[in-house]
T-cell receptor
Framework: QKEVEQNSGPLSVPEGAIASLNCTYS??????FFWYRQYSGKSPELIMS????GDKEDGRFTAQLNKASQYVSLLIRDSQPSDSATYLC?????????????FGRGTQLTVWP | GAVVSQHPSRVICKSGTSVKIECRSL??????MFWYRQFPKQSLMLMAT?????????EQGVEKDKFLINHASLTLSTLTVTSAHPEDSSFYIC???????????????FGNGTRLTVT
């Protein structure tokens, strides 16, 4: 399977700080990139998606994509304790079956009050 | 509300028995659904792609005779874990897409998952 690498953490930040989550992927045919949040025992929920180089912002979340470096990141501003979860990076390969995503292992984030 | 329903949410069974997990798309037709397995502190591992009206496509290393997938209608896919053993205990999650050209434009919808415990 395609390799999607994430630092498993745990990443611990204080409330109000910026949390930075990173992801690298192994090949250049990946076309779309996703960040999912997963609470323990729950299924993933989509936080951000990005497919072009640069930044994409949505509220407190910013996704950054650098295809030349095969790198995608997620910034969470003004982190809240409710943001404490595991964040999964996923990639979709160009030309693959729609919806067929490859996931990283996830980074566990803890936001302490 | 949920657009993909997965049932049951939790099941405990004895070793050697079979367990069926259902995944339903509630308000759209899903020609393709996906089944994932997730062990504690591990990522979602794609097991198979379920295609309506045809055989499922299994990922390398997944035993198709052990994990039977049936996608008999456009809204229902089932995963049957046959002759379950304790090592099959895991969190099983399905997902479905409404269709389109990219998951960027047509995000996946996940079921709530099934926690399987084999004793």
């Amino acid at each position: 399977q395609k390799e999607v690498e994430q630092n498993s953490g745990p990443l611990s930040v204080p409330e109000g700080a910026i949390a930075s989550l990173n992801c690298t992927y192994s090949d250049r045919v990946s076309q779309s990139f996703f960040w999912y949040r997963q609470y323990s025992g729950k299924s993933p929920e989509l936080i951000m998606s990005i497919y072009s180089n640069g930044d994409k912002e949505d509220g407190r979340f910013t996704a950054q994509l650098n295809k030349a470096s095969q790198y995608v990141s997620l910034l969470i501003r003004d982190s809240q304790p409710s943001d404490s979860a595991t964040y999964l990076c996923a990639v979709e390969e160009r030309g693959s079956t729609l919806g067929r995503l490859y996931f990283g292992r996830g980074t566990q984030l803890t936001v302490w009050p | 509300g949920a657009v993909v329903s997965q049932h049951p949410s939790r099941v405990i069974c004895k070793s050697g028995t079979s367990v069926k997990i259902e995944c339903r798309s509630l308000d759209f037709q899903a020609t393709t659904m996906f089944w994932y397995r997730q062990f504690p502190k591990q990522s979602l591992m794609l097991m198979a792609t379920s295609n309506e009206g045809s055989k499922a496509t299994y990922e390398q290393g997944v035993e198709k005779d052990k994990f039977l997938i049936n996608h008999a209608s456009l809204t229902l896919s089932t995963l049957t874990v046959t002759s379950a053993h304790p090592e099959d205990s895991s969190f099983y999650i399905c997902s479905a897409t409404r269709g389109g050209t990219s998951s960027y434009n047509s995000p996946l919808h996940f079921g709530n998952g099934t926690r399987l415990t084999v004793t």
